[in-house]
């Protein structure tokens, strides 16, 4: 079973399908887990940053990763088109839209069996 994508607005609680995120557009995070981690920041890029580090120091494998997550990974340094650098991991990841951050944190959490909270604003 596919762990669900809360949203929490004001005091109201919505649970989002993670076969429907594309109601994500311009949202803003202010608060994550990751199974029982939580990012460095509330914000997309980090959970993302979490996310795929998290599977990485699973499988150990950047090919495996880029399967799992269908994120746009290289190893090393790069930061043109879009690309930021992971220096903890010594892997270059391209940015992305918030569905398809979306998309990938539950990837990866399907992968690791880790439940994801968002809450967004």
Known sequence: M??????????????ISPNDVS???HTRLKNARFGELRPTKSNWKSIQI????SV???CKD????????RANIVRGHKRNKG??????HN??????????IAS???????FLWYEVYLEFE
């Open 56 to 58: 990485l120091d699973a």
């Open 23 to 25: 109601k994500l557009f």
């Open 50 to 53: 979490l996310a795929l580090t």
């Open 2 to 15: 596919k762990p669900p994508i809360i949203d929490r607005h004001q005091d109201e609680i919505i649970v």
């Open 104 to 110: 990938i944190v539950e990837l990866c959490s399907q």
């Open 62 to 69: 950047i090919e495996e990763l880029c399967r799992i997550s």
């Open 83 to 88: 690309f930021f650098y992971i220096q903890s």
């Open 91 to 100: 892997i270059s990841c391209q940015g992305e839209s918030e569905p398809k």
